[in-house]
């Protein structure tokens, strides 16, 4: 009983952090239609911008992490004018080529400004420690990755269900070319979605370091693991990512407690499955 | 004369290598190894357009394949070659069976799947396999009865430059073939071929069997060059840096996987040695530099540059 509870909440809360790195993704994927490797690159450098203000800089926990974050929202206005827009219109393979060459840039950057070590962040005493709930404890972080995961979807909810960006979001989707024919920019929505994508994955690697831990390989080493998400919750979908992120990250959590020695083949099996069932992914379209 | 005219300049080349480079020819070879298994990837990808990230599902197996024939049942290099070619057809065969009828990322993931899997199998029986040791114990017999694998590697090397060879002229007749002709046009479109009655998932199943038999042969290679099968056979980044070298020189022609495998390995290799810490950095400029000015790969350069100096004219 005690185990299945640890499991479902470390599961989830690690589910949580895969949704917030993943969900830009399938967004800008959805959205572009680019194959873009480079993404988990934007949760590498949210985690590396953080750990160089908290260390070289001796800010708190918190207002490194919100440092961190806008420093990557702002990163990624430029790389998306620059080194994305050319790639928009190339076939699949030149994109996989482009952005894996980002992603080599990115990696050498890091490795270059802060070392090819662990780049640690420190949480503060109020999230670090553990909390009582009275029949059992639990540790503090996993119930703040968890109200950020809440917190996170019910915002992206109402931003794409509610607002009038939400409503051009929604339609640059459907279909490019009908939109900007409707007076829709579409290049700004472009922008400004793969710059909340971005950030949303900056805030994913800072709230997860501790599950999947910073440093200059961080990209290429999860890579498989985001497009997973990606790809088992359908393109474009933020509800697939949110089912597919839990779902991933409580099977692959209890594959850990539960054989050890299975090593990560029960991940892949079930993502073989999962997608064999549903090729288009849980919510995808075809 | 223009089929003929790029095989004697390979050759040529590969001739002049083993005279300019005589302590190089471990990553001559290597490199060698590589661009077969491009090749593989050239036939399934750049011909047929089956997008995939799991090339090494092919190599590997057929590495482990031609090791163990090696160890345990009979060491010449010939038959070894021949079990890697089978060992990794077969498993292209059988995975291609549920792979050929995904499309776009989901096959790309499923690619990745089959290889991580396999990797985990062969972990885990590790008493067979070496696990993270490796296998290790692979003695070569001589090859043909004649010529011993020497320390310094020159019948390595001129091993695999003639298998080279041979795979490249077998490739260069499979896609010149009406088979072949139907794995481009399948690549163009699918509905197209299937309206004029190609079976387009058999089609795309055969040329996915037969780039992993090459596969194989360049995993079996590999495993009788080094005498040593590691994990990594299996590697995600074994397949993405094929995907890589082949995007790189051009795909589809064959010649580009040549091309990029060349370029590529040389220019990690001289990168990796001047700065060990920064080479990344050339490695991301090389490959958007490419993407970036060059769509079509290396093997477009001429053309492109010919594009410019016609706009500057």
């Given at each position: 009983?005690?185990?299945?509870?640890?499991?479902?909440?470390?599961?989830?809360?690690?589910?949580?952090?895969?949704?917030?790195?993943?969900?830009?993704?399938?967004?800008?994927?959805?959205?572009?239609?680019?194959?873009?490797?480079?993404?988990?690159?934007?949760?590498?450098?949210?985690?590396?911008?953080?750990?160089?203000?908290?260390?070289?800089?001796?800010?708190?926990?918190?207002?490194?992490?919100?440092?961190?974050?806008?420093?990557?929202?702002?990163?990624?206005?430029?790389?998306?004018?620059?080194?994305?827009?050319?790639?928009?219109?190339?076939?699949?393979?030149?994109?996989?080529?482009?952005?894996i060459?980002?992603?080599?840039?990115?990696?050498?950057?890091?490795?270059?400004?802060?070392?090819?070590?662990?780049l640690?962040?420190?949480?503060?005493?109020?999230?670090?420690?553990?909390?009582?709930?009275?029949?059992?404890?639990?540790?503090?972080?996993?119930?703040?990755?968890?109200?950020?995961?809440?917190?996170?979807?019910?915002?992206?909810?109402?931003?794409?269900?509610?607002?009038?960006?939400?409503?051009?979001?929604?339609?640059?989707?459907?279909?490019?070319?009908?939109?900007?024919?409707?007076?829709?920019?579409?290049?700004?929505?472009?922008?400004?979605?793969?710059?909340?994508?971005?950030?949303?994955a900056?805030?994913?690697?800072?709230?997860?370091?501790?599950?999947l831990?910073?440093?200059?390989?961080?990209?290429?080493?999860?890579?498989?693991?985001?497009l997973?998400?990606?790809?088992?919750?359908?393109?474009?979908?933020i509800?697939?990512?949110?089912?597919?992120?839990?779902?991933?990250?409580?099977?692959?959590?209890?594959?850990?407690y539960?054989?050890?020695?299975?090593?990560?083949?029960?991940?892949?099996?079930?993502?073989?499955?999962?997608?064999?069932?549903?090729p288009?992914g849980?919510?995808?379209?075809? | 004369?223009?089929?003929?005219?790029?095989?004697?300049?390979?050759?040529?080349?590969?001739?002049?290598?083993?005279?300019?480079?005589?302590?190089?020819l471990?990553?001559?070879?290597?490199?060698?190894?590589?661009?077969?298994?491009?090749?593989s990837?050239?036939?399934?990808?750049?011909?047929?357009?089956?997008?995939?990230?799991?090339?090494?599902?092919?190599?590997?197996?057929?590495?482990?394949?031609?090791?163990?024939?090696?160890?345990?049942?009979?060491?010449?290099?010939?038959?070894?070659?021949?079990?890697?070619a089978?060992?990794?057809?077969?498993?292209?065969?059988?995975?291609?069976?549920?792979?050929?009828?995904?499309h776009?990322?989901?096959?790309?993931?499923?690619?990745?799947a089959?290889?991580?899997?396999?990797?985990?199998?062969?972990?885990?029986?590790?008493d067979?396999?070496?696990?993270?040791?490796?296998?290790?114990?692979?003695?070569?017999?001589?090859?043909?009865?004649v010529?011993?694998?020497?320390?310094?590697?020159?019948t390595?090397?001129?091993?695999?430059?003639?298998?080279?060879?041979?795979?490249?002229?077998?490739?260069?007749?499979?896609?010149?073939s009406?088979?072949?002709?139907a794995?481009?046009?399948?690549?163009?479109?699918?509905?197209?071929?299937?309206?004029?009655?190609?079976?387009?998932?058999r089609r795309?199943?055969?040329?996915?069997?037969?780039?992993?038999?090459?596969?194989?042969?360049?995993?079996?290679?590999?495993?009788?060059?080094?005498?040593?099968?590691?994990?990594?056979?299996?590697?995600?980044q074994?397949?993405?840096?094929?995907?890589?070298?082949?995007?790189?020189?051009?795909?589809?022609?064959?010649?580009?996987?040549?091309?990029?495998?060349?370029?590529?390995?040389?220019?990690?290799?001289?990168?990796?040695?001047?700065?060990?810490?920064?080479?990344?950095?050339?490695?991301?400029?090389?490959?958007?530099?490419?993407?970036?000015?060059?769509?079509?790969?290396?093997?477009?350069?001429?053309?492109?540059?010919?594009?410019?100096?016609?706009?500057?004219?």
């Amino acid at each position: 009983m005690t185990t299945l509870a640890s499991i479902l909440m470390d599961g989830i809360a690690y589910g949580m952090i895969l949704f917030m790195i993943s969900v830009g993704l399938s967004v800008t994927m959805g959205l572009m239609r680019v194959v873009n490797l480079a993404h988990g690159g934007f949760a590498m450098l949210g985690g590396a911008f953080t750990h160089w203000a908290m260390t070289a800089a001796g800010l708190p926990f918190v207002p490194a992490a919100v440092l961190g974050l806008l420093a990557v929202m702002v990163l990624s206005v430029p790389m998306e004018r620059v080194l994305y827009r050319p790639i928009y219109r190339m076939g699949e393979l030149p994109q996989v080529l482009a952005t894996i060459g980002i992603t080599f840039i990115m990696i050498a950057s890091v490795n270059l400004w802060l070392g090819s070590s662990l780049l640690s962040i420190r949480l503060p005493a109020a999230m670090s420690g553990a909390v009582d709930l009275g029949f059992r404890t639990l540790p503090t972080h996993r119930l703040y990755v968890l109200g950020a995961g809440v917190v996170v979807i019910g915002g992206l909810f109402v931003l794409i269900e509610r607002t009038r960006f939400g409503i051009k979001l929604r339609a640059a989707v459907d279909h490019a070319g009908t939109a900007a024919c409707l007076g829709i920019d579409t290049s700004r929505i472009f922008a400004l979605t793969f710059a909340l994508g971005a950030g949303l994955a900056a805030l994913g690697g800072i709230l997860g370091a501790e599950l999947l831990p910073i440093d200059a390989y961080y990209p290429l080493r999860y890579m498989i693991l985001f497009l997973t998400v990606v790809a088992v919750g359908g393109l474009g979908s933020i509800t697939g990512s949110f089912v597919a992120a839990l779902a991933l990250g409580v099977l692959d959590t209890a594959a850990r407690y539960l054989f050890p020695d299975v090593g990560t083949i029960f991940f892949y099996l079930a993502m073989i499955v999962m997608l064999g069932l549903r090729p288009q992914g849980l919510m995808g379209r075809a | 004369m223009r089929q003929i005219l790029p095989f004697a300049v390979l050759a040529a080349v590969a001739v002049a290598a083993f005279y300019i480079f005589p302590y190089n020819l471990a990553f001559l070879t290597r490199m060698t190894i590589m661009m077969i298994f491009v090749l593989s990837l050239d036939l399934v990808q750049g011909v047929a357009g089956i997008a995939t990230l799991g090339q090494a599902a092919m190599y590997g197996t057929g590495a482990y394949a031609a090791g163990l024939f090696a160890i345990h049942v009979w060491p010449d290099p010939l038959a070894g070659l021949a079990v890697g070619a089978v060992a990794g057809a077969a498993i292209a065969f059988v995975s291609g069976l549920f792979l050929m009828r995904a499309h776009g990322l989901t096959l790309l993931m499923l690619t990745i799947a089959v290889a991580e899997v396999l990797q985990e199998v062969a972990n885990k029986f590790s008493d067979i396999t070496g696990g993270t040791d490796g296998l290790g114990g692979i003695r070569m017999a001589r090859l043909l009865g004649v010529w011993k694998f020497d320390f310094v590697g020159q019948t390595g090397y001129i091993y695999a430059v003639c298998v080279l060879f041979v795979v490249m002229v077998l490739l260069k007749v499979v896609i010149g073939s009406p088979f072949g002709l139907a794995l481009r046009g399948i690549q163009d479109s699918q509905a197209r071929m299937r309206a004029i009655g190609t079976p387009v998932t058999r089609r795309l199943l055969a040329s996915y069997g037969l780039g992993g038999a090459v596969a194989g042969v360049a995993g079996a290679l590999a495993a009788q060059s080094t005498q040593l099968v590691s994990l990594g056979v299996y590697s995600f980044q074994l397949s993405a840096e094929a995907v890589i070298m082949l995007i790189l020189g051009g795909t589809g022609r064959l010649w580009g996987a040549l091309i990029g495998a060349a370029v590529f390995m040389t220019v990690h290799e001289v990168a990796a040695s001047v700065d060990p810490f920064n080479w990344l950095f050339v490695i991301g400029a090389l490959v958007l530099a490419v993407v970036y000015a060059v769509p079509q790969g290396l093997m477009g350069l001429p053309a492109e540059v010919k594009r410019w100096i016609g706009r500057l004219a």
